[in-house]
C-alpha cells in the first residue's frame, strides 16, 4: 500500500529538548515536504526537498532543520523547540516536482511546553 | 509573496445540493492541488490541475489559467462530503502555498 508514515503522531516535551519528527514514503517519490498547520493560519511550508541531497527553505523555515540523505526519508528535527513550535505538522511527498499527486502523513501533533 | 485565497470559508448545505468552492491566486503557477481534510485531520489530495477541468465521480475540479481561478463543485452532496476543502498552489520553485480552507457542512 502506498503510503507516507510519520512519527511519532503525538508528543508533548518541553522547551529545548532536541526531537527529531520521522518521514518515511514507500513510493519511491523525488519530492517530499513538511508542512505546519495552525488554527487560522491553514498550512505553511517548512522544507521541501527535490531528491535526494537536496533541499531548500519553505515560508516557516525558522527553528528547523531537516535532511535528505535517502530518497524515502525526510525527518524533522527540532534542536531546541520551543512553544511557538507547537502545532500539527504535516509530512508529504510526489512524484514529480510539477506534475505529481501530493501524497500526505497522518499528521504528527506536537506540544512544546 | 503569493497570495492564495478562497471563498467561501464557510460553507452549509442540504444534502444534494450542487456545491461549488472558489480558488484565486495571484502569480503563475505550475500547478493547483486541491485537498480534503477530515475532521480526523488527514489530508487527501483530490485533484492535482494545471490546466483545463478534471472529474471524480462527483467531484469536478477546474482551472483557468488567464483568470487566475480554479473551483472546486461537488455534484449531489452527502453529509460525508463534510470537510476542510483547501487549495494550494505550486510555483515554479516548487514552492508550495496554501489557501486557509472552506469548511463544508452538509446537513441530511
Known amino acids: 500500500e502506498a503510503q507516507v508514515t510519520q512519527n511519532p503522531r503525538y508528543l508533548i516535551t518541553v522547551t529545548g529538548k532536541k526531537l527529531t519528527v520521522t518521514c518515511s514514503q514507500n513510493m519511491n517519490h523525488e519530492y517530499m515536504s513538511w508542512y505546519r498547520q495552525d488554527p487560522g493560519l491553514g498550512l505553511r511550508q517548512i522544507y521541501y526537498s527535490m531528491n535526494v541531497e537536496v533541499t531548500d527553505k519553505g515560508d516557516v523555515p525558522e527553528g528547523y532543520k531537516v535532511s535528505r540523505k535517502e530518497k524515502r526519508n525526510f525527518p524533522l528535527i527540532l534542536e531546541s523547540p520551543s512553544p511557538n513550535q507547537t502545532s500539527l505538522y504535516f509530512c508529504a511527498s510526489s512524484r514529480g516536482g510539477y506534475t505529481g499527486e501530493l501524497f500526505f502523513g497522518e499528521g504528527s501533533r506536537l506540544t512544546v511546553l | 509573496k503569493n497570495e492564495v485565497e478562497q471563498s467561501p470559508q464557510n460553507l452549509t448545505a442540504q444534502e444534494g445540493e450542487f456545491i461549488t468552492i472558489n480558488c484565486s491566486y495571484s502569480?503563475?503557477?505550475?500547478?493547483l492541488h486541491w485537498l480534503q481534510q477530515h475532521p480526523g485531520g488527514g489530508i487527501v489530495s483530490l485533484f492535482m490541475?494545471?490546466?483545463g477541468k478534471k472529474k471524480h465521480g462527483r467531484l469536478i475540479a477546474t482551472i483557468n489559467i488567464q483568470e487566475k481561478h480554479s473551483s472546486l463543485h461537488i455534484t449531489a452532496s452527502h453529509p460525508r462530503d463534510s470537510a476542510v476543502y483547501i487549495c494550494a498552489v505550486r510555483w515554479t520553485t516548487d514552492k508550495l502555498i496554501f489557501g486557509t480552507g472552506t469548511r463544508l457542512q452538509v446537513f441530511p
Open positions: 490541475l494545471s490546466s
Open positions: 502569480v503563475g503557477i505550475s500547478a
